[in-house]
């Protein structure tokens, strides 16, 4: 089928659960989940292969390693493939998200990233994560949710994550202080689309905001109205 079919778009900033709850949403609705920033860290994972310091890439340069990403479509999931091998656990790296923001940063990768995802969702019905998806990416989605939290409990939960167990409060710290630094950096990208509903989860398990999101899709797959978009709620 060649058309575009129903597309939920989640934006938000970096360590927000984006790409979690998209995949479960989409795995509930029995959609496709598409994480554009799986795109732009393939893409950074190429280059720290083959350009050195991050301070040297040139941006033409990046773009064409870029082209040796393919985004595959699986059972639940659109995966970024380099240079056809599955690279999960490389562009999920530290390395790669020390670098990521340099990338992007970069007006003709994110121009390459928003083309890969747009073709994505011919024929298919997706759930799409990023920092712009409902406001550039897809301005016209069915849905669009706006994710945030507190920057202390968004470290939390990062750190609880990588580590698999609690996180001492310096811990918390240092990383509170990183994601700040993050969200100045990406501050242009991650705009709230005017017509999206905000949710904020500081106060939500990832139980709790996946049923919201997907109440919502249902309701907008019936023909309904999304309702209000007041701050914490949804």
């Not at 493939?81 to 790669?96: M, T």
């Not at 945030?148 to 509170?176: K, S």
Request: hydrophobic fraction near 40%.
């Amino acid at each position: 089928m060649s058309e575009r079919r129903m597309v939920v778009a989640i934006d938000g900033p970096a360590a927000s659960g984006k790409s979690s709850t998209a995949q479960w949403v989409a795995d509930r609705l029995r959609f496709l989940h598409v994480d554009s920033g799986a795109l732009y860290r393939a893409a950074t994972a190429l280059a720290l292969r083959e350009l050195g310091a991050a301070d040297t890439w040139d941006e033409i340069r990046v773009l064409e390693l870029a082209s040796d990403v393919t985004l595959v479509p699986g059972t639940t999931s659109f995966e970024p493939r380099l240079r056809g091998a599955s690279a999960e656990d490389e562009i999920r790296g530290a390395d790669v998200t020390k670098c990521v923001s340099r990338v992007a940063q970069m007006p003709a990768v994110r121009r390459w990233v928003n083309e890969q995802v747009r073709r994505a969702a011919v024929g298919h019905s997706v759930v799409v994560d990023g920092r712009d998806i409902g406001t550039v990416v897809f301005p016209d989605a069915d849905l669009k949710i706006f994710l945030v939290a507190d920057p202390w409990e968004r470290a939390r939960r990062r750190l609880t994550q990588r580590l698999g167990r609690r996180p001492a409060d310096t811990e918390i710290a240092e990383e509170t202080e990183r994601l700040v630094q993050r969200d100045a950096k990406d501050a242009t990208q991650t705009v709230q689309a005017r017509d999206a509903v905000l949710l904020d989860t500081t106060y939500l398990t990832q139980a709790e905001q996946v049923e919201r999101i997907v109440a919502l899709a249902r309701a907008v797959e019936r023909g309904g109205s999304r309702g209000p978009s007041p701050a914490g709620d949804a």
